[in-house]
């Protein structure tokens, strides 16, 4: 942590705060009080928390931690999750109240509400049901922003499959791996999306993946575009052709609050993804939970935007499960910012008079580079809350945000969390915290979270090292798929003596004791939002015929926060390193990984800096790719590389 970028380094001299106004003090969902009543009880706090939802059978214990780390909350409740997000709506009255304001890209919009909602979901349930789709079952889901994608997941928490949602910008081997790991029995996805104005097929891309795949029994395919799609008679089926005509009833059952829910798969530190295991009780608790103190939603006033994908877990917890849980009237958006113009948010802001907006920081960094004067052609009077994930924001576009966005009036909640908490854990409360641009302050009541140095002690405030969540808490994920022990050494050995769950994430006290994330301490890259690790780039990389070496780093990126840099050495001189193979690396990479994963830069390079055990010093490489003095080299092997590496650099090799 002693290489900090500028951005980071501006977030040690911030000191600026900002009061919630006394209006919406009064009125929020959280009050101040609800630290120390959390504190007091913890078990008792989450019980109560967890009286959000509707149980069919209540639960005899809050927490069972005799096996840890692998917890299970709410021990011997059931409840249909499915149920919890729609039907119960229904059953008190709101029938008609819209859940989703879908807008599509070319400008198609569809309002449904919470009892269409609900048939939709049933149809979709039967569906699963009569392809033989059972409890514990895995469907992926391939899909972008469409109201199916919703369906689609609820409907398998309502007969107890496990969903396992696959970001659409991923390559056929990246859903192809995904599908054989989870051993999926059925896909669902769509003939193609829009993007930035074109239809872009997603089905051919599918077909590609699934090649061979033999868990794979059916594929469903939503019609969005129109286009031609190949199709596999006896496999493959129409969502329309096989949903339509299903029953809208279907009695939902109530599964064991530890009833897996979904996997997510995301990067770690190694090439393989692994699957995050989510559960029922637990996990619906948080997310609803967090979604009513971070967000301050109330239900049939506001109107809820998370832009986020349903690939990401923030479209699980924030689009899906905590919103629906909370009765949400929301906006699902399924293409890009810019589409047709670079007003397109506020417009939609603006039309559906959204008041809670929830974004990342590389969006928030992206509008700032289109210009101010572009929200300001917009009415957004109506947004009284703004969120931030997925990053550490930094001040500057924090205050742009609550400036030019929120006109300096809205509370901007910077939340920080993972896949693997699967809700928000760290993060003011809206009508309760003097915020501080760019600190995620503290764990929300209920959590605890603690940055300790390396050996496992806390630092004192005004400190620095590594962010451990040192008690266990509902939505924590319940392991990794198929692989305990890479669960257990991934999360629990670094502290293994004090228990505690290490994040990956370097942090900081101020003197007031608030945390202040600084971005990932393992070889785990932030491109945008988008975790991806150094080892599935460098992969992909070698993968390629060309290439016999290659190393990866994250250099810190004024827009996506961190760009993908890559260092390779291609086999033997006849290779020509010109602009023209490295343009084929890139997109191989893209092709391999997605889009996504595609380096911002490649350099070709006769050397890569290794220690005498042949360790690659990714740190150096990172200096290079951020045009630093080059730092310490004397445990390198031989010390005259990165002379030579930079050398080439500066003649624009
Ligand atoms: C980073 C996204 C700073 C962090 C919900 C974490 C953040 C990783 C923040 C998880 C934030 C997320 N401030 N960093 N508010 N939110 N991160 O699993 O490095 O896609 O470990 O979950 O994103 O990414 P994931």
Known sequence: MTEQSPALQNLLTENRTFQPSEEFTQRANAKADLYDKADSDREAFWAEQ??????????SQVLDWSEAPFAKWFVGGKLNVAYNCVDRHVEAGYGDQVAIHWVGEPGDTRDITYAQLKDEVCRAANALLSLGVTAHDRVAIQLQMVPEAIVAMLACARIGALHSVVFGGFSPTALRQRVDDAEAKVVITSDGQYRRGKAAPMKANVDEALAGAESVEKVIVVRRTG??????????????ELVDGQPAEHQPEAFDSEHPLYILYTSGTTGKPKGILHTSGGYLTQASYTHHVAFDHKPGEDVYWC???????????????????NRVTQVVYEGTPNTPHEGRHWEIIQNYKVSIYYTAPTLIRTFMKWGDEIPAKYDLSSLRVLGSVGEPINPEAW?????????GRTPVVDTWWQTETGAIMISPLPGVTATKPGSAQRPLPGISAKVVNDAGTEVPHGGGGYLVLDKPWPSMLRGIWGDNERYQETYWSRFAAQGFYFAGDGAKYDDDGDIWLLGRVDDVMNVSGHRISTTEVESALVSHPTVAEAAVVGASDPTTGQGIVAFVILRGSAVDGGEEAVQELRNHVAKEIGPIAKPRQIMVVSELPKTRSGKIMRRLLRDVAEDRQIGD??????????????????SGK
Not at 50 to 59: I, P, Q
Not at 227 to 240: F, I, K, M, N
Not at 307 to 325: C, E, N, Q, R
């Open 307 to 325: 832009t986020a994908d349903i690939g990401w877990v923030t479209g699980h917890s924030y689009i899906v499960y905590g919103p629906l849980s």
């Open 633 to 650: 080299v004397t445990t390198l092997a031989d010390s005259s590389v990165m002379d030579l590496i930079s050398a080439g650099m500066k």
């Open 399 to 407: 205050v742009w945000y609550r400036e030019h966005i929120g006109a």
């Open 50 to 59: 967890a009286e959000r939802l509707h149980w069919d059978t209540k639960w």
């Open 227 to 240: 286009a031609e799609v190949p199709w596999t008679d006896g496999r493959d089926l129409w969502w329309h």
